[in-house]
C-alpha cells in the first residue's frame, strides 16, 4: 500500500466527518421559527436543540483525545458514526423535544472524536506543517457544510425531508471510514520505524494529563479558541432568526446566513497558508480575530443589502480562519510530541466546544434577553476578547516548533 497516496483517503475519511457533523446541524438553523412554533419552544430551548451535537465535547473531549492516543482513531471513530447513523435516523421520527435532542445529541460523539482528534490523526499521515493545513481543509468542509445546509434547508420540502437527507450522508459516510481509514501503526509499520515515529517511550495516563497540563501555551489557546469561537457560534446560532427580525424572509436568511459560512470555508483554508508563510501566527491572528470581532458587532446596525452579506462574509472568514491555527498548536510544541498530540488536541477541543455550547445559550442569550442588537453586540465583545488572548502565547511560536 502507497503510504503518499494513501493519506489522502484518510483526509477525505476525516473531512467527510466533519461535513455531516456540521450539516445535520445547521439545518436548523434556517427552519429555527418552524422548530420552536412546532414544539413551542424559548430562544434558550432552540439554543440548547442547536448546540446538542456540541454538547457531548464539552465532557469527553479530553477523554476522546486519550483513547486515540492509546488506541488509535479508526475503531472509536467508527462506533460513534454508526451511533450517529442511528441518532439520525431517530430524528426522522422525533415527535417530542426530549427524543429530538437525544438523536441530535449522539451525533456530537463522532464530531467530538474528529474534533478533539484530528490533529492526532492527520499528524500520523502528514508532517506538521501539512497537518495544520490539513486541519485547516477538514474545518473548511465543516463550513461548507454550515453554508450547504443554510442555503437548501429551505428549499426543501418539509423538516423531515432534510433530516432524510443527513441520515442518508452519514451512512454513506458510515461505510467509507469503516472501508478505508487506516492508523497510522497499523500501515505502514516499516517506514514508521526507518522514520523513528511511535519510538517514543510509553508513559501513564495521568503523567500524559499532567504535562499537557502544564503548557502555558495549550491553556492559552484553548481560552482563545472558546472566545473566539464562542462568540461565532453564537452569533450563528441565531443569525436566521436575527435577519427575520431585520425583514427578511425565510429563505433569504437562509441564503445570507451561508455567507458567514462561506467566509469560515475560505478562512479555513486561507488563513492557516497565510500563517505558514508569514511566520507571525500572533500578530496574525490577533488582527484577524479583532477585525472580526469588530465586523459582527456592526451587524447589528447594518440595513439588509449587499454590504450585509459582506460583513458576514468578511467576519466569518476572519474569525473563522484563527480556529484551525489553534487546534494546531500542539503540533508546534516539541513538549508534547507525537505520543501526547491526541490528548493536548481533546483538551483544546474541550475549551472550544465549552464556548460554543455554553456562551450562547447560558450567557449571552440570557443576557441579551430577547434584544437581538445587544445580543450580536455581544458575539463580537467575546470574539474580540478571544483575539486578545492570542497575544499571550509565546514568541516562540511564530516561527515553529517549541
Keep these: 500500500m502507497n503510504s503518499k497516496r494513501y493519506k489522502y483517503l484518510i483526509l477525505a475519511a ?139 434547508t429551505p428549499h426543501m420540502p418539509s423538516l423531515k425531508a432534510a433530516y432524510i437527507v443527513s441520515a442518508v450522508i452519514i451512512t454513506f459516510v458510515t461505510v467509507f471510514w469503516f472501508l478505508f481509514y ?31 497540563l502544564r503548557q502555558k501555551d495549550i491553556l492559552l489557546a484553548g481560552f482563545a479558541d472558546m472566545l473566539l469561537y464562542g462568540g461565532l457560534q453564537s452569533l450563528s446560532v441565531f443569525l436566521g432568526i436575527i435577519l427575520m427580525e431585520k425583514g427578511m424572509s425565510q429563505s433569504q436568511a437562509g441564503a445570507t446566513s451561508a455567507f458567514v459560512a462561506v467566509g469560515m470555508f475560505v478562512g479555513n483554508l486561507m488563513v492557516p497558508w497565510i500563517v505558514g508563510k508569514s511566520g507571525k501566527m500572533r500578530r496574525t491572528l490577533c488582527c484577524f480575530g479583532a477585525a472580526g470581532g469588530i465586523l459582527t458587532v456592526l451587524v447589528a446596525f447594518i440595513p439588509n443589502g449587499m454590504l450585509l452579506k459582506v460583513v458576514l462574509l468578511c467576519g466569518g472568514l476572519l474569525i473563522g480562519g484563527c480556529v484551525p491555527v489553534l487546534m494546531s498548536v500542539p503540533l508546534r510544541l516539541k513538549s508534547i510530541g507525537v505520543q501526547r498530540t491526541g490528548t493536548a488536541g481533546g483538551l483544546i477541543a474541550t475549551f472550544q466546544l465549552l464556548g460554543a455550547v455554553v456562551i450562547p445559550t447560558y450567557v449571552i442569550s440570557r443576557i441579551a434577553a430577547g434584544n437581538y442588537t445587544l445580543f450580536v453586540i455581544l458575539c463580537g465583545c467575546f470574539s474580540i476578547a478571544g483575539a486578545a488572548l492570542i497575544g499571550f502565547l509565546s514568541r516562540s511560536m511564530e516561527v515553529g516548533k517549541v
Design 14 to 152: 476525516l473531512c467527510m466527518v466533519g461535513f455531516i457533523s456540521m450539516f445535520c446541524q445547521y439545518q436548523m438553523q434556517p427552519m429555527a421559527n418552524e422548530i420552536k412554533s412546532t414544539m413551542s419552544l424559548t430562544d434558550s430551548q432552540y439554543s440548547a436543540l442547536f448546540t446538542a451535537p456540541m454538547a457531548p465535547a464539552i465532557f469527553i473531549s479530553l477523554i476522546c483525545g486519550i483513547i486515540v492516543d492509546k488506541f488509535g482513531g479508526r475503531w472509536p471513530m467508527f462506533l460513534s458514526l454508526v451511533l450517529g447513523t442511528l441518532g439520525l435516523w431517530g430524528r426522522v421520527f422525533a415527535t417530542s423535544y426530549g427524543t429530538l435532542y437525544l438523536c441530535i445529541f449522539v451525533v456530537g460523539f463522532a464530531a467530538t472524536f474528529g474534533n478533539s482528534s484530528n490533529a492526532k490523526m492527520f499528524g500520523g499521515w502528514f508532517s506538521p506543517a501539512e497537518s495544520s493545513v490539513c486541519i485547516g481543509i477538514y474545518m473548511a468542509f465543516g463550513a461548507l457544510a454550515t453554508a450547504a445546509a443554510t442555503a437548501t
Design 182 to 212: 487506516r492508523d497510522r501503526r497499523a500501515v505502514g509499520r516499516q517506514e514508521e520505524a526507518s522514520a523513528g515515529i511511535g519510538a517514543e517511550k510509553k508513559e501513564g495516563l495521568f503523567a500524559t494529563i499532567k504535562v499537557v
